[in-house]
T-cell receptor, first 113, second 113 residues
Framework: GAGVSQSPSNKVTEKGKDVELRCDPISGHTALYWYRQSLGQGLEFLIYFQGNSAPDKSGLPSDRFSAERTGGSVSTLTIQRTQQEDSAVYLCASSLAGANEQYFGPGTRLTVT | GQNIDQPTEMTATEGAIVQINCTYQ??????LFWYQQHAGEAPTFLSYNVLDGLEEKGRFSSFLSRSKGYSYLLLKELQMKDSASYLC??????????????FGQGTELSVKP
């Protein structure tokens, strides 16, 4: 079956612009996670959705970052007024409720110039 | 807070055995994961340990000691394709199910002929 998909795969944007990153989880997966991976760094948690609600937003680094999930499926991560330090690979993962394994998408590589 | 330590890089020879260690300090414990990540690709799940002991899955085994806050991933009969980054992660102990993963920085393994 189809895995987690993310779009775009690459995004180059100018400092100060807004960007939207999309994640399509595996069908039926109620849990959805956003992480980011900066060069030479480990994966850093951003936000966790269970259905359409976000019980854990503790990893969002500033109020420029927001995310939503609609219909218990697709999620969008929005970064407003992008900064160079936002450059990273943004990874989305999904899992079945109560399951241990999180399945990761291929990521979106964001470059802020 | 949560802290996860693993070596930054390791080198091993094709056909050999390598052990990648991971130590963690967390306020609680709700499972430890190992993921494999090839360059430019999504992390893929390797193993999950929640009880002490060794879990074996083909050429890969993972060990956990909760009292020592210690895990290792053992790779046998190394192949060139095993060259990748190996990520140790613990699940946020706040959640009984689901919840974010807290990752170490990853161990870059290079397998030489």
């Amino acid at each position: 079956g189809a895995g987690v998909s993310q779009s775009p795969s690459n995004k180059v944007t100018e400092k100060g612009k807004d960007v939207e990153l999309r994640c399509d989880p595996i069908s039926g997966h109620t849990a959805l996670y956003w992480y980011r991976q900066s060069l030479g760094q480990g994966l850093e948690f951003l936000i966790y959705f269970q259905g359409n609600s976000a019980p854990d937003k503790s990893g969002l680094p500033s109020d420029r970052f927001s995310a939503e999930r609609t219909g218990g499926s697709v999620s969008t991560l929005t970064i407003q007024r992008t900064q160079q330090e936002d450059s990273a690979v943004y990874l989305c993962a999904s899992s079945l409720a109560g399951a241990n394994e999180q399945y990761f998408g291929p990521g979106t590589r964001l470059t802020v110039t | 807070g949560q802290n996860i330590d693993q070596p930054t890089e390791m080198t091993a020879t094709e056909g050999a055995i390598v052990q990648i260690n991971c130590t963690y300090q967390t306020s609680g414990f709700n499972g430890l994961f190992w993921y494999q990540q090839h360059a430019g690709e999504a992390p893929t799940f390797l193993s999950y340990n929640v009880l002490d002991g060794l879990e074996e899955k083909g050429r890969f085994s993972s060990f956990l000691s909760r009292s020592k806050g210690y895990s290792y991933l053992l790779l046998k009969e190394l192949q060139m394709k095993d060259s990748a980054s190996y990520l140790c992660a613990v699940r946020d102990p706040f959640y009984n199910q689901g919840g974010k993963l807290i990752f170490g920085q990853g161990t870059e393994l290079s397998v030489k002929p």
